[in-house]
């Protein structure tokens, strides 16, 4: 079954195969993916397939944790907490489908991943980036505490097919 969060509004579990479309659809449209390091874009649907199946097969308690989100039984983001390398510090990420941009899912998603990382796997400091064209998930992070750490990072985004310039941030527990 693997783990499951829950807020208020949503419910953050390990993909299924029947979210593959979503997936797809959703993450792969560019203005989600650019803000991704490791989404292409476009991103066929047979890639979220690939991606659903690895997630599944490679989840295990204490490690790096990749889940959708949904809310009201409908797909409307991800995020995991992860480390980019052994030894490395915990790590949010998270993304929300252009549908739903605007209603608070965003914080909810990064609160639940802290809590995650404090509760779960006992971290005292978690660690997050975003691209500095998106300035929206900046202010999420900051509402969730983040304080900026550097600036002129600069970060691959598979989707841009390029670097593109990052602001680093922290939090401690």
Same mark, same amino acid.
């Given at each position: *079954?693997?783990? $499951? ?6 419910? *953050? ?18 203005? @989600? ?7 292409? +874009? ?7 397939? *690939? ?24 797909? @409307?983001?991800?995020?995991? @907490?992860?480390? =980019? ?17 605007? $209603? ?9 991943? @802290? ?8 971290? =005292? $400091? ?21 304080? +900026?750490?550097?600036?002129?990072? =600069?970060?691959?985004?598979?989707? =841009? ?5 990052? +602001? ?6």
């Amino acid at each position: *079954m693997g783990p $499951r969060i829950e807020t208020e509004r949503l419910l *953050m579990r390990l993909p299924e195969l029947g979210d593959a479309p979503d997936i797809s659809t959703y993450l792969g449209d560019y203005d @989600v993916a650019k803000n991704t390091a490791r989404v292409p +874009h476009p991103y066929p649907a047979l890639a979220a397939e *690939m991606w659903v199946l690895t997630t599944r097969a490679s989840w295990q308690p204490g490690g790096n944790l990749s889940l959708t989100v949904e809310m009201d039984s409908q797909l @409307v983001g991800g995020g995991g @907490v992860f480390k =980019r390398a052994p030894g490395s510090e915990w790590e949010i990420g998270y993304w929300i489908a252009k549908p739903w941009w605007g $209603r608070g899912l965003a914080t909810e998603l990064g609160q639940g991943l @802290v809590d995650y990382a404090r509760d779960t796997l006992g971290t =005292r $400091r978690v660690i997050a980036g975003f691209y500095k064209d998106n300035p929206a998930s900046g202010r999420v992070l900051e509402k969730l505490g983040f304080r +900026h750490e550097g600036d002129g990072v =600069r970060a691959f985004s598979m989707a =841009r097919m390029g670097p593109a310039d990052m +602001h680093e941030l922290s939090l401690s527990l």
